[in-house]
């Protein structure tokens, strides 16, 4: 894992979403501690960390299909939790979805995202 190419992932992040961004983590999935960051948010971390996981078990318990590039939560007041499972690794990050465009996040900065992590490889 490069992790100078992991923070770089993060500032092409920072450019897509701009002033939407409040903070994002890259953490590992086998104890959910953080390993590049924006604003970093350790114990959301590890909590998502654990939703994720759970998620992914009541999915299968359930015979639902897995999950595939994100998930997306809705929050209260104009925020949105985004988590990117990627194999050993999760990305968590928390928008304002007031200051970024659902189109935006999920035509652009996601796969962009994505596609830079896996430069860090």
Same mark, same amino acid.
């Given at each position: ?43 959301? !971390? ?72 896996? !430069?860090?490889?």
């Amino acid at each position: 894992m490069n992790i100078q190419k992991l923070n770089q992932a993060i500032e092409t992040l920072r450019e897509d979403i701009g002033e939407g961004l409040i903070s994002c983590d890259i953490f590992t999935v086998s104890d959910g501690m953080s390993v590049a960051s924006y604003n970093p948010q350790p114990r959301a !971390s590890a909590l998502f960390n654990q939703l994720t996981t759970n998620l992914m078990k009541t999915l299968k318990g359930a015979r639902f299909p897995n999950l595939n590039k994100y998930y997306i939560l809705d929050l209260e007041g104009d925020h949105m939790v985004i988590i990117l499972p990627l194999g050993d690794y999760r990305w968590g990050m928390l928008v304002n979805s007031n200051k970024v465009q659902l189109g935006l996040l999920l035509s652009i900065a996601i796969p962009n995202s994505i596609e830079s992590f896996e !430069s860090a490889l």
